[in-house]
């Protein structure tokens, strides 16, 4: 009898951002937690939070982007992890200078792997890379 169960003890990942983490402890672990919303709404930017987040706490993190190549996406959350104090503003956009932006490499080490987007949206081949990944 599903009901009479005890509930279970779940382990929650903080999130950083003291509203998300008071009301909800954070993101349950073993769960899926989608973000969805309008174009331009900020969907990135709190992916952005939450993995920088989850690295500074020891946690893994694997992304997959459908959208951004993997130097787009990895360029975006370099700005991010940098601050805007380490970040260099030009007239075609902004970036981090490559001594700031190895150090945010080097810091996330071994606890941030970016899926290789040129396989292509294949499921299959999606799990199979993700399966061997969480196995190593």
């Known amino acids: 009898d599903i009901y009479n169960d ?14 998300i983490d008071d009301k909800l402890h954070g993101l349950q ?3 899926l937690s989608v973000i969805s ?4 709404s900020g969907k990135s930017t709190l992916l952005g939070q939450l993995i920088i987040q989850a690295i500074s706490d020891g946690h893994n993190v694997i992304c997959y982007s459908g959208e951004l190549n993997n130097k787009k996406y990895l360029s975006w959350l370099i700005r991010q992890a940098a601050g805007r ?5 030009t007239a ?3 970036y981090v200078p490559d001594a700031t932006a190895r150090k945010i490499i080097d810091w996330m080490g071994e606890h941030f ?5 040129k396989c292509g949206n294949s499921f299959a081949k999606i799990e199979k890379h993700l399966n ?4 190593v």
């Open 6 to 19: 005890p509930e279970p003890e779940y382990e929650y990942i903080r999130s950083g951002i003291t509203d």
């Open 29 to 31: 672990k073993s769960g």
């Open 37 to 40: 919303g309008n174009r331009g």
């Open 85 to 89: 104090s380490n970040v260099e503003l």
């Open 92 to 94: 075609r956009g902004s």
């Open 113 to 117: 792997w970016l899926y290789n987007n």
């Open 132 to 135: 061997a990944k969480a196995h």
